[in-house]
Structure formats: structure tokens, C-alpha cells
């Protein structure tokens, strides 16, 4: 069983982060999914809260703290409540910095996490999927065969992250019969970034195409050495953090359309006294509360070190249904208002949408 009382630590997280999203973070995010670029200095004063730097080893420079994912879920929600694009781009250098400190081997811990905790934001990502219409996570295209010393990689990837920016990423890959993590510098030979994609929704995030065409790495770059990587795990963590990323965007779509509700009038009376309204704005909150317990539970069985893989699916897969009908039934509460840029529930309803095909893009 999991306790459903978070420690003064993790509320003390909670609180704040949702404190800065909501001040810092929701005036900002109209603009920049307009303009499609996040302010570096609206990233560096995230990155100034210490959500990565925290659990990097005082050895490597960083504050030694003990790396949670139900700690990392109270964050990841709490900064998709200002806004998904910007919580997504602020977050993403835990897709290479956690994977080290997680199975990277001394050589690599020694090099990368100080990267992690220097004061100034650092980019780095990771490449998962793939642009096939049969894309499965547990059957990669992209490989990697071992030569002489090291390994030559061939294939292709999508939604990259930061990848333009980034100074390292890891890129996994069919490697025999394992999956694998290959640790990759940005201008590697044989790497090929491509356009920045042009998403639906996430507008502001920039993601990238890659093309791997002969890379040619060191047999130093497998992430864990000739020990590897639990895929399993990390395929559960970056779920997990996809699923309360999804319960914050569903509840400033909630509140939002909650607030609207109380506010406007017809006939008398606010639209929140009306049964139709009324029964939709509950089944919407119950919907937040089932989606969160599904990732405290997927994350708390991650802490403590049992497979978490049927419930970070089952956490992912329903928190991605559930945003999209509570910021679809948000743009409805509002009627007409809510097809318009004046509210951003419209804004909420495009990034909801990925949440469905997107894989690799946060962790905890």
C-alpha cells in the first residue's frame, strides 16, 4: 500500500514550485506558444529551483539530496500547472542527468552529473521515438552493432527535445536482443539534427528530428558499460512523469473552466448551478484525483525499487485519456470563449492531445 500523505519536504515542493508556476510560468505561456521560443531567463530561474541539481552527488557539485519519484511527480505536476511546453523544456535535462546517476558506471557519473549542477541551465536530451507507424518502444529500429572498439549507429528519431541545444543526449537503440542508451555529444559525426517539427500542440517546446547514419561511437558511450541499463525502469520512469505532467495541465483546465463557471451568468444565475455544468465540472475533478493516485502509486513503488512497469502504463495511459476529455469538456464550459486565444483553455485542449502519442520526453 502507499501513503496518501506526502512529507513536509514534499509539500514545502509542492507548494513553491506551484507558487512559481503560477506567478513566473502561466503569464508566460500564452506568449511564447505564440512565438514558439520559452525566455532563457524564465528557464534559468526553474532551473534556480533546484529540481535537478538537488539529488546530483555532493561529490559531483551537486546537493546530495535523496532522489525520489513520488518527489519528482509533485514537481513534474506542479510545473505542468503553469504551463506544459515550458515545465517539458525545464525539465528535460533529467532525461540524461537521471539515467547516469541512475546506471551510469563511475567513468560516466564522473564526467556528466557535474554538467547537472553547475548554476547555469544545461541541455541535454534524449532520443526514444521513432517516426514509424508501428513504433514500439520495446522494438527499436534504430541499432547499434558493435565495431572493433566501439558501436556504429543507424536510425532515425523524432520529438527530440532540445536536441539542437543540447551538449550531450542519450540515444537508445536495439543492441542484440537489449535495448540500450548511448550517450552521445551534440555534434557527434554521423549525427544529423534536423527542422525543428512543427507539433499541434507544445508549441513553444523545440523538438527535433534526428538521422544516425554510420555514427560511430566509443565503447565508453553505452550507458552502464558492458553492465547496460534497465529499460524496463526507465521506460516506467519517464511514464510516471508523463502522467503527472498530464494531471497538471487537466487541472488548470479544470479550475479555470470551475472559476468561469461561477462567474458568468445566464438567466439569473452562474452556469455552475446548472445540472449539465454542474455534473461535468465533478466528474472532471473525480478524474484528476483517480489520474493522480495512478502515478503516486507508479511512483511509489519506483522508491521502492519494485517493477513498476503494468502501473506506470496503466498510470500513462489513463491520465492520457483523462486530460484530453477534462480540457476538452473545459473549451465546452466555455462555449464560444473557449475557441479563442483570450483563454487559454484552447491552448491546454492542443498540448493535452500529444499526451497520447508523445513517449520520452520528461522523467522523474
Avoid at 12 to 25: D, K, L, N
Avoid at 52 to 75: F, H, K, L, N, Y
Avoid at 316 to 322: E, G, L, R
Avoid at 343 to 353: D, K, S
Wanted: hydrophobic share 45%; with cysteine.
Amino acid at each position: 500500500m502507499i501513503s496518501f500523505e506526502l512529507t513536509e519536504e514534499q509539500r514545502m515542493i509542492s507548494q513553491t514550485v506551484e507558487a512559481f508556476a503560477r506567478e513566473e510560468i502561466r503569464p508566460a505561456a500564452r506568449t511564447a506558444d505564440e512565438s514558439g521560443q520559452i525566455p532563457p531567463e524564465l528557464v534559468q530561474k526553474i532551473w534556480e529551483l533546484g529540481l535537478v541539481r538537488s539529488v546530483i552527488p555532493e561529490a559531483s557539485g551537486g546537493d546530495g539530496g535523496q532522489r525520489s519519484a513520488v518527489t519528482g511527480v509533485v514537481a513534474a505536476e506542479a510545473l505542468a500547472y503553469g504551463d506544459l511546453s515550458i515545465a517539458i523544456h525545464a525539465l528535460v535535462p533529467r532525461l540524461l542527468a537521471y539515467p547516469v546517476l541512475e546506471m551510469g558506471d563511475q567513468a560516466q557519473r564522473a564526467r556528466y552529473l557535474p554538467l547537472f549542477a553547475q548554476p547555469g541551465f544545461c541541455a541535454a536530451s534524449a532520443a526514444l521515438t521513432e517516426p514509424r507507424w508501428d513504433f514500439d518502444i520495446f522494438s527499436i529500429a534504430t541499432t547499434a552493432r558493435g565495431s572493433g572498439s566501439g558501436y556504429i549507429l543507424n536510425g532515425e528519431k523524432c520529438y527530440v527535445p532540445l536536441a539542437r541545444e543540447s551538449e550531450f543526449l542519450i540515444v537508445f537503440a536495439s543492441c542484440g536482443p537489449a535495448v540500450e542508451g548511448f550517450i552521445l555529444p551534440g555534434g557527434c559525426p554521423g549525427l544529423v539534427v534536423g527542422e525543428r517539427e512543427k507539433n499541434m500542440g507544445l508549441k513553444a517546446l523545440a523538438t527535433y528530428g534526428l538521422t544516425l547514419k554510420d555514427c560511430a561511437v566509443p565503447a565508453e558511450a553505452r550507458l552502464g558499460g558492458e553492465r547496460g541499463i534497465n529499460f524496463n525502469r526507465l521506460m516506467s520512469e519517464q511514464k510516471v512523469a508523463a502522467a503527472a505532467m498530464a494531471v497538471g495541465v487537466a487541472r488548470s483546465a479544470f479550475e479555470y473552466a470551475r472559476d468561469y463557471a461561477l462567474q458568468r451568468r445566464a438567466f439569473g444565475a452562474p452556469i455552475a448551478t446548472r445540472q449539465a455544468i454542474a455534473f461535468m465540472l465533478a466528474e472532471m475533478a473525480i478524474e484528476i484525483d483517480a489520474s493522480r493516485l495512478l502515478a503516486w502509486e507508479a511512483a511509489s513503488r519506483l522508491d521502492k525499487g519494485e517493477d513498476a512497469l503494468k502501473e506506470s502504463y496503466q498510470a500513462k495511459n489513463y491520465t492520457a485519456s483523462a486530460v484530453l476529455k477534462i480540457c476538452d469538456n473545459a473549451v465546452q464550459i466555455l462555449g464560444g470563449h473557449g475557441y479563442i486565444r483570450e483563454h487559454p483553455v484552447e491552448m491546454w485542449l492542443r498540448n493535452a492531445r500529444g499526451f497520447a502519442m508523445l513517449e520520452g520526453l520528461t522523467t522523474v
